[in-house]
């Protein structure tokens, strides 16, 4: 069965600074990987995804995030973080064929100005 | 740029009363997700549908809820009768043919039973 862990609920970053988010994912066969954010009271964007091929994954707003098939982990980074990066963010894992996506419980990120 | 819709954005109830949420996919996507969201969590799975058919519903609590998408287009989900631990962003989402992987989600639903 699927599976995904965020283990930060909360990360405070200052504005300017360098973030990484963190992603575990469980899955048998190879999966579809994903980010998406979520400002209040809206529904999700997608920043990036990771089918197959490279495992450096560009996103928008600058994200990019990285695929580790020996750590199962498929972790969210920018190299200087905006004020208006503050959002939740949840990593989600897609079974190829069923098309059936988990989502992890999310991160909120709060940028200090 | 074509967006999923959702109606209500907000919604309050009381308990034992029945409630609706529609949603429209944008235009061609056959897949269609209902996705429910308790404050401070991630979006959970209730419901997939491909064109009109159910996919999976295994996470639906079926003894109060329903949902449907008669005609393979827009879809409604359905609480009848609502209980307090319903109140979370009901969120739509449709994807072309699920084979591309992303996506497209709805403001959300926001429910609250009183």
């Known amino acids: 069965a699927q599976s995904v862990t965020q283990p930060d609920i909360h990360i405070t970053v200052s504005e300017g600074a360098s973030l990484e988010l963190r992603c575990n994912y469980s899955?048998?066969?190879?999966?579809?990987l994903f980010w998406y954010v979520q400002s209040p009271g809206q529904g999700l964007q997608l920043l990036l995804k990771y089918f197959s091929g490279d495992t450096l994954v560009q996103g928008i707003k600058g994200f990019e995030a990285e695929f580790k098939r020996s750590q199962s982990s498929f972790n969210l980074r920018k190299p200087s973080v905006h004020w208006s990066d503050a959002a939740e963010y949840f990593c989600a894992v897609g079974a190829s064929g069923t098309y059936k996506y988990i989502f992890g419980t999310g991160t909120r990120l709060k940028v200090l100005a | 740029e074509a967006e999923v819709a959702q109606s209500p954005r907000y919604k309050i109830t009381e308990k034992s009363q029945a409630v609706a949420f529609w949603c429209d996919p944008i235009s061609g996507h056959a897949t269609l997700y209902w996705y429910r969201q308790i404050l401070g969590q991630g979006p959970e799975l209730l419901v997939q549908f491909q064109d009109e058919s159910v996919v999976d519903d295994s996470q639906l609590p079926k003894d109060r809820f329903s949902a449907e998408r008669l005609k393979g287009v827009d879809s409604t989900l359905k609480i009848q009768p609502a209980e307090l631990g319903d109140s979370a962003m009901y969120l739509c989402a449709s994807s072309l043919d699920g084979h591309t992987g992303e996506l497209f989600f709805g403001e959300g639903s926001r429910l609250t039973v009183l």
């Open positions: 899955y048998g066969a190879t999966p579809y």
